[in-house]
């Protein structure tokens, strides 16, 4: 299975990004989907994922102002990211809980991330 993130880039504080991210590969069924980032000195942190029902879950740093949400039928997620601040600034690697082929492991896999740089 492989994940292709795209959508970083730089932008200045207020301004929104939207994060996208593929995944492909033998996969029989997607249980989560989510997004962590990793500042320059900081550990990784979830900024939120969705589960296969569609609930979500956010980090408090990013409540009202990010977006997680998916589409089953392209196996792909996004974070729509609004009222960016320099604080964001980090490397955003999604996460993908899924069950692959041949054997139905439940396995988790991970982006090689995508940078995001908001400026003052």
């Known amino acids: 299975v492989q994940l292709q993130a795209s959508g970083g880039g730089l932008v200045q504080a207020g301004g929104s990004l939207r994060l996208s991210c593929v995944a492909s590969?033998?996969?029989?069924?997607?249980?989560?989907m989510g997004w962590y980032r990793q500042a320059p000195g900081k550990l990784r942190e979830l900024v939120a994922n969705i589960r296969t029902g569609g609930s979500t879950y956010y980090a408090d740093s990013v409540k009202g102002r990010f977006t997680i949400s998916k589409d089953n039928a392209k196996n792909t997620v996004y974070l729509q990211m609004n009222s960016l601040k320099p604080e964001d600034t980090a490397v955003y690697y999604c996460?993908?809980?899924?069950?692959?082929?041949?054997?139905?492991?439940?396995?988790?896999?991970w982006g090689l991330g995508t940078l995001v740089t908001v400026s003052s």
């Open positions: 996460n993908v809980d899924a069950v692959v082929n041949p054997f139905l492991t439940r396995r988790s896999f």
């Open positions: 590969g033998s996969i029989f069924s997607i249980n989560d």
